[in-house]
């Protein structure tokens, strides 16, 4: 099984090449339900995979000019408080025992991977959803206390079940800063960066991290993105986008039956 856990780190990684997002969303489920980790520190590990993978791709796109640096920091500060907050404060206050429904107790464990299926369902709609970037790139004002707003909306959620985001990053981006869907694309790997692995400093006031385990585990990540990266010349990843959307519908839907049943 921890092979089996080594090749989806690989897979997260191409996955994050070829569509710019959308991977993370697995790290969880593969930290969880193939390596046997606790959820809660199966989210605290996914921010720091899903930040160092996303910044390979930053510098990346850093280098080809996509990355739109003004208004990533903008978006990445309150999300970076955001998720600061969600994982020094929030998650250790959860109670151990949530509530009961007709004698079946909802503990913290099951009640963050419920959260995190209904996140992996809203990601998947909009991917199957897809979007016309021809309508959607001529807004052209940069409307920054909605972005505000959002980037620490987003820090909120995603740093409570340790996913990138960029499923509802990149639409903000569009439809509050103008950016064209490539240039949003490549600038909210600059934010996953950076709210991820300055929000994984409160885990680290608040866990044992395993490093050795995790620097491996990011290094396949990683590799899979170098991977990714590549056959994106020669795969159009907006096409992948919509059957990957489908796979992470299904994988919600799992998650959700597998916790409650």
Same mark, same amino acid.
């Given at each position: ?42 989210? #605290? ?7 160092? &993978? ?16 003004? &208004? ?80 620490? &909306? ?22 509050? #800063? ?9 600038? +909210?790997?600059?934010?996953? #960066? ?37 056959? +994106?010349?020669?795969?159009?990843g907006h096409k992948l986008k919509k059957s990957f959307g489908w796979f992470v519908l299904v994988m919600s839907i799992y998650i959700l039956v597998k916790e409650i049943i």
């Amino acid at each position: 099984m921890e092979i089996v856990g080594y090749v989806g780190a690989i897979i997260i990684g191409v996955i994050l090449g070829l569509i710019g997002g959308g991977g993370s969303i697995l790290t969880v489920p593969i930290f969880v339900y193939i390596l046997g980790i606790n959820p809660v520190l199966a989210t #605290a590990y996914s921010l720091f995979v899903v930040g160092a &993978t996303a910044l390979v791709g930053a510098i990346r796109n850093a280098q080809n000019q996509l990355v739109d640096f003004r &208004t990533g920091f903008i978006f990445a500060c309150p999300a970076f408080i955001g998720v600061y907050i969600a994982r020094r404060f929030l998650l250790p206050a959860i109670p151990d025992e949530l509530f009961s429904i007709q004698g079946v107790l909802v503990n913290k464990d099951m009640g963050i991977m419920i959260f995190f299926a209904l996140i992996m369902f809203v990601a998947a709609f909009f991917m199957i959803k897809g979007r016309n970037e021809s309508e959607l790139s001529e807004v052209v004002s940069y409307n920054y206390p909605v972005l505000i707003l959002e980037g620490l &909306t987003v820090g909120l959620l995603t740093g409570i079940v340790g996913a990138g985001g960029g499923f509802l990053i990149i639409p903000a981006l569009v439809l509050f #800063a103008g950016l064209k869907m490539k240039k949003a694309v490549a600038t +909210s790997l600059m934010i996953i #960066a950076i709210k991820s692995l300055l929000g994984f400093i409160g885990d680290i006031q608040n866990f044992d991290i395993e490093w050795n385990f995790l620097l491996s585990f990011t290094a396949f990540s990683v590799l899979g993105i170098f991977i990714g990266i590549y056959f +994106s010349q020669f795969i159009e990843g907006h096409k992948l986008k919509k059957s990957f959307g489908w796979f992470v519908l299904v994988m919600s839907i799992y998650i959700l039956v597998k916790e409650i049943i």
